[in-house]
């Protein structure tokens, strides 16, 4: 079965600092997507890539970047944390053109921005 | 921003009975409809996708669309506590890769 790895699941920063969130899939899919996971604003997409090196902004990609050097791997990177980013952020890939088109997730970070 | 829209509940029916859980969304070039599951501290897992008008079954879920309406909506028969949760309706764009999602269904199935 297909394994999306996030590597942290419970993380705590500072305001300002530089943050890392690494996902790593195990089944060679092209797809690769950051939502954030907010209550009562369900699902939100920050970035997304549908292969290698190439990236695509969501619809709340501020103060977020990502990065996709392998096609197992894409980080998302907080350039300086905010209090306003403590969310849990969700990574999924997916392979393209497949017939059922399914998401796999990862488990989840929560991140808290202190 | 095109949008998923979803009633937030709490929708509670009792076991055995039927759910109905629906979905609006505003994309009018969407072609590809989905609902995920999402159990409280765990990630959204797919459990329907629908392409084409009408009804499509799995077991005892059955997923509706009609893309005139612009409505897609997913029902659980004979409802079990294990299928409370929170249902995503999730919306393939039409311009490309991502999905939107709503903002979720929460299903209580009390015994």
Redesign the interface.
Known sequence: DVKVTQSSRYLVKRTGEKVFLECVQDMDHE?M?W?RQDP??????IY?S?DVKMK?K??IPEGYSVSREKKERFSLILESASTNQTSMY?CASRR?GAT????F????TQLSVL | QKEVEQNSGPLSVPEGAIASLNCTYSDRGSQSFFWYRQYSGKSPELIMSIYSNGDKEDGRFTAQLNKASQYVSLLIRDSQPSDSATYLCAVRRASGYALNFGKGTSLLVTP
């Open positions: 797809n997507f939502y009562g604003l369900g699902l939100r997409l997304f549908y695509e969501g619809d969700l393209q059922n088109e399914k998401l997730f990862g488990s989840g």
